[in-house]
């Protein structure tokens, strides 16, 4: 599915820190999410109805939702995938 992405400030921030070469792979990553070519799963559980892009050993948590009949990608959190979806879920606590 094609989609427009949007970044978080988080997103944001956490790609702007990175090294080159992590950065052009996120980077990538979310080029290939806004052509509908990316490696994209379904999250489970308490994570049930975001989705999960994977980037090398990062993984950015997002959802889709549709915007006058366009589908929007908005990626929320990314964090290397040892600690995203825990790091994740404590945000959604704290909202």
């Known amino acids: 599915m094609k989609a427009r992405v949007q970044l978080s400030d988080q997103v944001l921030a956490y790609i702007g820190k990175l090294a080159p070469q992590p950065r052009k792979r996120l980077r990538d990553a979310l080029h290939r999410l806004a052509e509908g070519r990316a490696d994209v799963k379904a999250l489970e559980g308490r994570l049930s109805g ?4 994977r980037a090398g050993s990062y993984r950015v948590v997002f959802h889709y939702r549709i915007d006058h009949g366009h589908p929007i990608a908005d990626c929320i959190f990314v964090a290397e995938r ?11 606590t704290q909202t």
């Open 82 to 92: 040892s600690l995203v979806y825990q790091l994740f879920e404590q945000s959604l």
């Open 50 to 53: 975001y989705h999960r892009l």
